[in-house]
């Protein structure tokens, strides 16, 4: 079976990230990551990320950028990333008053074609990234999430399934991602446990079926898998991160 690069999301990470940049992206390298996911510069230029990352050869995969930080300066927020060389940027999440059923998700909905047009002019793709609440059901019936895709086409919008919060939704991140089969660039592969409490952990170590997922991602098409973990109650950011790429490779990842 074909292996998709793995990349690390590093908010997962972000402590380390923020302290020293550039030492803590040569110990990713060392980990064995091929690329990693921004989610902020850490106080740098975008000039400096770049080079702090070609340095050690990791590749600049795609960045979370905020619905906010978009609409505040939309062409300027772009060329920062693609001065960077991101080939994907990401709406990572909407706050409760950006969510359906308000009046801004309606504005949401009308500016995601416009920040993607901004995108195409650097060669970058749009994405947004799912949480659990948009399995919240529209007054249609259908979820929010599969709404935003019905209403947004591909051309404009493409997805980052994160595997986890559909799990937690209730539903199965497998069928998911043959749901968006060629629309699902990036999967995001996030684990966790339910006793005695919702809890985050290191990939392969919670309950998800990670061969099945990594099996239809390559289906589906995607280009990356990326690692993320949002909480760290058991081991460092750095030793989860850690964990996660061996566990990858123990299942010949």
């Known amino acids: 079976?074909?292996?998709?690069?793995?990349?690390?999301?590093?908010?997962?990470?972000?402590?380390?990230?923020?302290?020293?940049?550039?030492?803590?992206?040569?110990?990713?390298?060392?980990?064995?990551?091929?690329?990693?996911?921004?989610?902020?510069?850490?106080?740098?230029?975008?000039?400096?990320?770049?080079?702090?990352?070609?340095?050690?050869?990791?590749?600049?995969?795609?960045?979370?950028?905020?619905?906010?930080?978009?609409?505040?300066?939309?062409?300027?927020?772009?060329?920062?990333?693609?001065?960077?060389?991101?080939?994907?940027?990401?709406?990572?999440?909407?706050?409760?008053?950006?969510?359906?059923?308000?009046?801004?998700?309606?504005?949401?909905?009308?500016?995601?074609?416009?920040?993607?047009?901004?995108?195409?002019?650097?060669?970058?793709?749009?994405?947004?990234?799912?949480?659990?609440?948009?399995?919240?059901?529209?007054?249609e019936g259908s979820f929010v999430l599969d709404y935003m895709y019905e209403e947004i086409p591909a051309s404009v919008l493409q997805t980052e399934l994160d595997t986890c919060w559909i799990k937690v939704a209730g539903e199965e991140p497998v069928e998911y991602i043959r749901k968006y089969s060629g629309r699902c660039p990036i999967v995001h592969l996030k684990d966790f446990v339910n006793i005695p409490s919702f809890d985050f952990r290191a990939v392969g170590y919670g309950v998800q079926d990670f061969p099945a997922i990594l099996r239809a991602a390559v289906s589906a098409g995607s280009q990356w898998v990326v690692v993320e973990q949002d909480r760290h109650s058991q081991y460092s950011s750095l030793e989860d991160a850690d964990l996660s790429k061996s566990y990858l490779e123990s299942i010949g990842w």
């Open 1 to 139: 079976m074909k292996k998709l690069p793995v990349a690390l999301q590093l908010y997962s990470i972000r402590e380390e990230a923020e302290k020293d940049f550039a030492k803590t992206m040569a110990k990713v390298k060392s980990m064995g990551y091929d690329g990693v996911e921004l989610a902020g510069l850490y106080g740098h230029t975008p000039e400096k990320i770049k080079e702090c990352l070609n340095k050690v050869g990791l590749i600049p995969i795609a960045a979370h950028v905020s619905y906010l930080e978009f609409m505040a300066d939309l062409s300027a927020t772009v060329r920062k990333y693609a001065t960077i060389g991101c080939q994907f940027l990401v709406i990572p999440y909407l706050t409760e008053d950006y969510r359906y059923g308000t009046k801004k998700f309606i504005e949401v909905m009308e500016n995601i074609p416009m920040i993607a047009r901004e995108c195409h002019k650097e060669g970058i793709t749009l994405l947004y990234h799912n949480h659990d609440f948009e399995y919240a059901r529209t007054k």
